[in-house]
């Protein structure tokens, strides 16, 4: 089960760190959905760590916003 979480969680934060990329450089660079599967493998680690924590910053950013919209 512990798995399966971790699995979802990051699939998660990795999509959303690639759309946030995307977002800021304005569209310059396609998202890599198919995560960095043609690269060298440390690149690949390296690449979709990236990714990963943008998306996590992203949630966490969105977290703080809204708690302090709701609760001023």
């Known amino acids: 089960m512990r798995f399966v979480l971790e699995i979802l969680i990051g699939v998660v934060f990795f999509y959303n760190g690639e759309i946030v990329v995307l977002i800021i450089i304005f569209g310059r660079r396609k998202p890599r959905w198919d995560y960095y599967m043609d690269e060298s493998a ?29 609760f001023p």
């Open 42 to 70: 440390s690149r690949w680690v390296f690449l979709t760590e990236i990714s990963t924590w943008l998306g996590i910053a992203f949630w966490l950013f969105m977290a703080c916003f809204i708690n302090s919209v709701l």
